[in-house]
């Protein structure tokens, strides 16, 4: 069992995959659930501080409502909170965002730097969706926000972009599933592809860190390993969770 910063109320906190832009809760319980997991982050060294503009994410929200095509997601309010907090504070200048499907879970990581939400200059940011007709919804999606082309959304398979991407790696997202036989598991594949290069301080962060554990098994053993990344905690504020590691 690793390190894990809970909210009691994580499992009645639930969505609907079908209504990604309905409401759960009061934007200020919201908005406390995040920043007392930003705390925890805080508290393990992990991030610097934990001050984000929350009038930008504001904005990022309505920008992705007003913009984006999304036929489901399991990325909850608090999760896409937290996720922009996250880039905001810790600024990457390269992202691998890897299973991003319409584009709905890179946008949260991405959303610091592109568009309505921004709030400081990214140099490449790279969403990677391995199915055409995905890839191709999620290019649609970020076409209209992203008028300086710091984004790029890849048609192949993350463990290829983790394995030839140029230069250092500030942050990695991770969301692929791999089919019946891999499963989840295949984001251990993308990280050991990608590892060599994630930057000092660069953080990994691993959706469904809870109800997709079974499968994540070795991939949380590796990343909770002080030998191989230097902090480790599973933020769970809804049902999916979010492991988030530091190298
Ligand atoms: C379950 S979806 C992620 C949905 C996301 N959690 C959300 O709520 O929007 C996983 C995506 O990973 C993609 N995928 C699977 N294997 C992949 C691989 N090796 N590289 C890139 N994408 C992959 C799938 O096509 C799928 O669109």
């Not at 409401?23 to 610097?48: F, N, Q, T, Y």
């Not at 036929?71 to 992202?95: D, E, G, K, N």
Request: with cysteine; glycine share 6%; proline share 4%.
């Amino acid at each position: 069992m690793g390190k894990c910063y809970k909210v009691s109320d994580w499992r009645q906190y639930s969505m609907d995959y079908d209504c990604p832009h309905k409401e759960l809760e009061p934007l200020d319980k919201e908005i406390e659930v995040v920043s007392a997991a930003l705390r925890e982050l805080r508290k393990h060294g992990m991030i610097e501080h934990t001050d984000y503009n929350h009038d930008k994410m504001s904005a990022h929200r309505r920008m992705v409502r007003e913009e984006f095509e999304i036929p489901w997601t399991a990325i909850s309010p608090r999760m896409q909170r937290f996720m922009y907090a996250v880039s905001a504070i810790s600024q990457p200048r390269t992202l691998i965002a890897a299973g991003i499907f319409c584009g709905n879970t890179f946008i949260s990581c991405a959303g610091a730097a592109v568009g309505a939400g921004a709030c400081y200059r990214a140099e490449r940011l790279v969403g990677v969706e391995i199915d055409p007709e995905r890839a191709e919804m999620a290019r649609r999606n970020l076409k209209s926000i992203d008028t300086e082309g710091v984004t790029e959304i890849r048609c192949e398979d993350a463990v290829l972009t983790a394995k030839e991407f140029a230069g250092n790696i500030d942050m990695l997202y991770l969301d692929a599933d791999g089919g019946p036989e891999k499963g989840k598991g295949i984001y251990l594949d993308i990280l050991e592809a990608a590892y060599d290069r994630l930057s000092p301080g660069g953080l990994v962060l691993a959706h469904n860190s809870v109800n997709c554990a079974k499968r994540l098994q070795r991939y949380l053993e590796f990343v909770r390993d002080p030998a191989h990344m230097r902090e480790s905690v599973n933020i769970i504020v809804d049902p999916e969770g979010l492991e988030v590691s530091v190298r």
